[in-house]
């Protein structure tokens, strides 16, 4: 595979400036086999379990780096526990989400998840930090919210840190806390995202930035969009929606059932929406009954993280479980639309290779 060379893949040692993010573990091994570097996201693992995934992803790939993404929303309750916070939800609230089941005839979830055994709060990020803090992960990178603390207490054992943000006020806020990269997303990425466009926010921070070196994302699954963003000065590109419909995350961990590949396959760039009904925070998702009923006018308005995801968290176990349509849902970004077939992560970096590389020339010639 033909190399492109930015000075953060340099840095790097990674000879495609392309980060994969995912829940998977096969999915982060493989991109970063297929020459680019994996990004394992933490967000549903408690704290005992993340050695147990690092381990799993270093046996893969003992020599190679790779990534982890931890998410830190501000604002989380220290002293409540899922249950407490179960026995106080809004009457209003718990019976829709009854009613949702009813109507969509969900059976009970039988598994325990992130979703329905977990409440985020302080303690539990704490637990995650330290098993970053004492394992041999390369890269550290923030998804929502951090705390300089912890910024500073991974850069004292050597990781390279950097962030996700969705606007120029959150570059502000981190300026000066000493991250090594940026992940500038827009609002065409899948998961948690703001309301500006990827096109607009990249050359934006690339100029905000200066000398900190800058990475693309939302709405990428075209190789010209990576000659895009590098020729808006982005040193390389962070993308989520891919992998999802890889053969390597058909298994293993949040495998994706064959129901929801075909959604993605079929769905295209129009076919996404922000829904707080998820977690509580603006979450772009591939469009489903589930975000229409959350968005419609007899649903009551979406509680604020973490308390949304303690009321629905039985109810998506549950849809996720059982594949029920049309309520099964996953967040996704616009670029979905690339999303036809199923491929193995090494031929999906194969495509973007060639296809970055053909737009970096076609607009190389329009230069002379
Ligand atoms: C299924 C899915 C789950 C995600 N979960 C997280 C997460 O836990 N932490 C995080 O920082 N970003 C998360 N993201 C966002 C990705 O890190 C990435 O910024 C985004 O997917 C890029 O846009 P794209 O989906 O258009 O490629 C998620 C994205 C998807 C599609």
């Not at 509580?280 to 973490?306: D, F, H, N, V």
Request: net charge negative.
């Amino acid at each position: 595979m033909a190399k492109i060379k930015t000075r953060l893949a340099e840095r790097l040692g990674i000879d495609i400036p392309i980060l994969g993010f995912s829940h998977s573990v096969d999915v982060t091994a493989a991109i970063t086999k297929a020459g680019g570097m994996g990004v394992y996201g933490i967000a549903h693992d408690p704290p005992d379990n993340v050695p147990v995934k690092i381990a799993a992803i270093r046996q893969q790939i003992p020599e190679r780096p790779f990534c982890i993404d931890i998410m830190m929303p501000k604002g989380m309750p220290e002293s409540e526990t899922l249950e407490s916070v179960q026995a106080n939800l809004p009457a209003e609230h718990v019976d829709y989400v009854r009613e949702l089941g009813e109507k969509y005839q969900v059976p009970a979830a039988t598994k325990k998840t992130f979703f329905n055994s977990i409440l985020r709060t302080p303690s539990y990020f704490e637990g995650q930090l330290q098993a970053l803090l004492d394992s041999d992960v390369d890269l550290v990178a923030f998804g929502v919210g951090l705390t300089p603390d912890a910024v500073s207490r991974l850069k004292a054992k050597g990781k390279i840190v950097g962030a996700l943000i969705g606007s120029p006020r959150h570059f502000q806020a981190y300026r000066d806390v000493g991250l090594d990269f940026i992940v500038a997303q827009g609002s065409e990425a899948g998961g948690h995202t703001g309301t500006i466009g990827t096109m607009v926010l990249v050359p934006e921070i690339v100029q905000m930035a200066g000398d900190l070196p800058v990475l693309a994302a939302g709405g990428i699954g075209h190789g010209s969009q990576i000659a895009a963003a590098l020729a808006m000065g982005a040193q390389g590109v962070w993308l989520g929606t891919t992998w999802l419909s890889t053969e390597e995350h058909a298994s293993g961990d949040h495998a994706i059932g064959d129901k929801l590949r075909d959604k993605l396959f079929a769905a295209g760039s129009g076919d996404t929406g922000l829904t707080r009904g998820s977690s509580g925070k603006p979450q772009r998702q591939i469009r489903s009954a589930w975000t229409e009923e959350w968005s419609a006018p007899t649903a009551p308005r979406p509680l604020p993280m973490p308390y949304q995801h303690a009321l629905v968290g039985d109810l998506m176990t549950a849809i996720e479980e059982h594949e029920v349509d049309p309520m099964l849902h996953s967040p996704a970004g616009q670029g979905v639309t690339w999303s036809t077939a199923k491929r193995s992560v090494a031929e999906v970096m194969e495509d973007l290779s060639a296809e970055a590389l053909a737009g970096l020339q076609r607009a190389g010639r329009l230069g002379d």
